[in-house]
């Protein structure tokens, strides 16, 4: 692409701010993230806040360091005895029952994880009926933070390798391994963790009623042995909000979304657990259907859990696959799957969209219409805006996940992409019929009108029904009652 490269960071229109970063890093999979986290922690000085859909005090977080505590809650007590200045803020979405398993029991409550007093825990239920806070930031001292895909919660830990039955990948009172599960998150620094630091204080404030007032502390927590993906470059916020009585609606995350995918000219790669979202299937459709427009490769997983979710889902998946194939009248879409002989299920994880080597995107929003409109959600994009050393990091960042997905190395990734000059070409060169590999979305089976009806009704609505949807479900904020919730 050219080195004038077309703005597309449009604050107040398509992103909430774009904040400098000097240091920045794309951590692929659990195993780096929670070793950045951990570390980052440890250098923690007077903060830490954690905004996310779900949090468990016995994640595992395979740190390395000695003397450390092995599970989360024990992990956040402990750095708060041994600093008296250090404040930790958690908010966790006040899920309803249905999303009650594998949870655990209320932070303070009997049964729950006992935090200490200096760790302040709430339940947010500022949700319309329906609808979930889907956020993923963690903040340490203002100065650095983390925002993608994964929850400090059980189940989400891997390493890039996917080992089958890997014995680490197992939760605490466990025996058996979970499947393999991929995910990114992006570690940010100076600028963007201080716009970060705004919007996790801003669901603070929605979500308890009261400010949470976290001031630039000077101290730099960036872990020593996270080597920067990025070096100066611009990042862009991109929320996802509902509307409420009192606000409304913001819908950055659609609208960046459909500007990155008009502004393509080479390929779109996206990474994303669901794949349903109608306004951006319609985007895409129409760049397909261009004679020169971008190609486009999605890697999605095959299979979803629940019993709500897995047929639903699935079926609003191959409704726009379908539709998607039809506009692809010059051969230039490719939808793909990771697969690993010997496992029930691969869990992607993933919300990841990279645009021409010229765009960088990770949060927590799925290719779905709840995170266009329902859910609670915040993006992070990075331009290189014709730079070309941001642009050789984003090309790096395209060839380990491709590197990864079809388990050959990064240099037969580089390779085949310069002899086929294609993204598409590329992976179908690579992919394999045995062992882990990507494998192609070939049968779609019909879904049935009932369940796409139950699909946009229920489980993937683009919107709030309506003011009224505010009315709660009397159970959904038990917990931030239940006996011993701190706030």
Known sequence: MAADSPVLFRPGRNCYRVARAHRAA??????????AFAAAALRATHSIVIVGWDFHSQTRLHSS?????????????????????????????????????????????????????????????????????HQKIVVVDGTVAFCGGIDLTLGRWDTTAHRRADP??????????????????????????????????ERWRQGTGRALLISDTGSDPWPATL???????????????PATPAEQAIAEVETLYLDMIAAAKQYIYIESQYFTAKVLGEALAARLAEPHGPEVVVVLRLGSSGWLEAPTMAALRTVLLQKLHAADAHGRFQAWYPDMPGETEYELHS??????????????????????????ECDLVIGARGDSTTRAAIAAARTTLLAEHLDVSEHDVQEAFAVNGSLGATVAALSKDSGRSLRRFERLDEPSATIVALANGVTDPERPKGLNSWEFDPGRSRRSRSKGARE
Not at 233 to 241: E, G, M, P, Q
């Open 26 to 35: 794309l951590l692929i999979d659990g195993e780096a993230y929670l070793r």
């Open 65 to 133: 360091e000695g003397g450390v505590p092995e599970q989360l809650g024990d992990f956040l007590n402990f750095l708060v005895r041994r600093n008296p200045r250090l404040r930790i803020f958690i908010l966790a979405w006040d899920y309803p029952v249905v999303f009650g398993r594998g949870r655990e029991p209320p932070a303070g409550s009997d049964g729950g994880w006992q935090p200490h007093p200096r760790i302040r825990f709430h339940y947010d239920s500022n949700c319309p009926l329906g609808a979930a806070h």
């Open 168 to 201: 680490r990948r197992t939760n605490a009172g466990e025996t058996e391994s979970y499947s393999p599960v991929h995910d990114v998150m992006l570690a940010v620094d100076s600028g963007a963790a201080r716009a970060l630091q705004s919007i996790a204080s």
């Open 227 to 241: 080597v920067a993906t990025f070096s100066d470059v611009d990042v862009a916020l991109a929320r996802t909000a």
């Open 351 to 376: 919300k990841l969209l990279i645009v021409d080597d010229e765009w960088l995107r990770v949060g927590s929003a799925n290719f779905a219409n709840r995170s266009m409109g329902l859910d609670t």
